[in-house]
Every structure is written in structure tokens, then in C-alpha cells.
């Protein structure tokens, strides 16, 4: 199984509004990933999760805060969101130490923020 | 400030043909390059990477090329087929690191 899952495939929430992008995995993977991508733009990394632990957080804004419950799941909470946050959120997974360094993505979450 | 340029924003290939994308990198410390394949309404997807100790890989259609005194990367898709088309982003990193940066992507249109 070489699949990512991201649920769900579209979200629409107000400013006020809190909710949860979910992210599963069940390749083994120790590293997870979430990305934000914009319309015509590449994906952006957000955060790193190595072995459940946060090892990167490229100074995204705190509206933002990850999760990795375990090794095979991983969730981005949101709360008070702006619209300039909509975007595509991608989630990947990739071994921490192969070398190879490929990620598997996932066909992402599509925010809208109204 | 791009670390990573794909000056393409597009490019057409009749089947058949070589397609040739092309990605620029400023940072001389990323030794690691991917590409990238990503189909609307889904996620990239892997294609095939290259570390700094190589100037080529190969992998059926798909090769590599890496010239890290031009800081350049091509990738050669040969023959080209129409379920080619695709967005193609280039991305680079430091071997087994983590951050990877990625180009802004080139649309190929593998005509028929």
C-alpha cells in the first residue's frame, strides 16, 4: 500500500471557525509532511514530522498547529484562518533515513476561507 | 528570492518526441534533486531523483541529467506519450534532509 489519504477533499470554514485536516499512512513511513500549495504555485513545506516528534516548522503562523497522534496519522488543526490561508494542504510521508528521500503525497485537502 | 527555477512555465511535445524540462538551482548546497509529476485534483507524485555524486540517471523513459557547475538539472522524457501531460516540478535538498524546495512547475502537453 503506496497510498497517502487526506481527509477531507474540500473544506469551507469561516474565520471564526475550527477544524481539522487529517492525513493517514500506512507504509511505514516515519517522516510526515504537511505542504501548502497556491493556485498555479509549487507546494510550500510547512512542517516535519520525524518519528511523531516536530523536527521542522517553517514559521507558519500558530492558526496552524500539526499533530501526529502516531506513526500513521497526521492532523493539522486549524483556528481563526484568514482567506489568504485557502489553498491546496498536501500531506506526505517519506522514510526518515533511506537516503532516497522520495515523499508520497496525498491528494490533498482544498480550503476555502470565507 | 526562487532557490529553484523552472523558467518553462510550459511546454508541447508531439507524441513521440523527446520532451526536455529544464530547472536552475542558486543554492550550491542542495546535492539532491527530484522531479516531481502531478495530475489535477491529485498529489505529486515521485518520478525519479539524482544525487550530486552522479550526472545521470535513468529510469525506463525517464532521465536525469545533472551539470552542478551550471547548477543545472534536465529532465528527458523519451518517447514522449500523451499520459505525459502534467504539471513537472523539480525539487532539491541536502541529502537526507528533509526540506525540500521545490520549482514553481512546467506544464507539458504531449499532443497526440
Known amino acids: 500500500d503506496t497510498e497517502v489519504t487526506q481527509t477531507p477533499k474540500h473544506l469551507v470554514m469561516g474565520m471564526t471557525n475550527k477544524k481539522s485536516l487529517k492525513c493517514e499512512q500506512h507504509?511505514?513511513?516515519?517522516?510526515m509532511y504537511w505542504y501548502k500549495q497556491k493556485a498555479k504555485k509549487p507546494p510550500e513545506l510547512m512542517f516535519v514530522?520525524?518519528?511523531?516528534?516536530?523536527?521542522i516548522n517553517e514559521s507558519v503562523p500558530s492558526r496552524f498547529s500539526p499533530e501526529c497522534p502516531n506513526s500513521s496519522l497526521l492532523n493539522l488543526h486549524l483556528h481563526a484562518l484568514q482567506p489568504e490561508d485557502s489553498a491546496l494542504y498536501l500531506c506526505a510521508s517519506s522514510q526518515v533515513t533511506s537516503g532516497t528521500g522520495e515523499q508520497y503525497f496525498g491528494p490533498g485537502t482544498r480550503l476555502t476561507v470565507t | 528570492d526562487q532557490q529553484v527555477k523552472q523558467n518553462s512555465p510550459s511546454l508541447s511535445v508531439q507524441e513521440g518526441r523527446i520532451s526536455i524540462l529544464n530547472c536552475d538551482y542558486t543554492n550550491s548546497m542542495f546535492d539532491y534533486f527530484l522531479w516531481y509529476k502531478k495530475y489535477p485534483a491529485e498529489g505529486p507524485t515521485f518520478l525519479i531523483s539524482i544525487s550530486s555524486i552522479k550526472d545521470k540517471n535513468e529510469d525506463g523513459r525517464f532521465t536525469v541529467f545533472l551539470n552542478k557547475s551550471a547548477k543545472h538539472l534536465s529532465l528527458h522524457i523519451v518517447p514522449s506519450q500523451p499520459g505525459d501531460s502534467a504539471v513537472y516540478f523539480c525539487?532539491?535538498?541536502?541529502?537526507?534532509?528533509?526540506?525540500?524546495?521545490f520549482g514553481p512547475g512546467t506544464r507539458l502537453s504531449v499532443l497526440p
Open positions: 514530522y520525524s518519528y511523531e516528534k516536530l523536527s
Open positions: 507504509m511505514g513511513h516515519r517522516a
Open positions: 525539487a532539491a535538498s541536502y541529502r537526507y534532509g528533509q526540506n525540500f524546495v
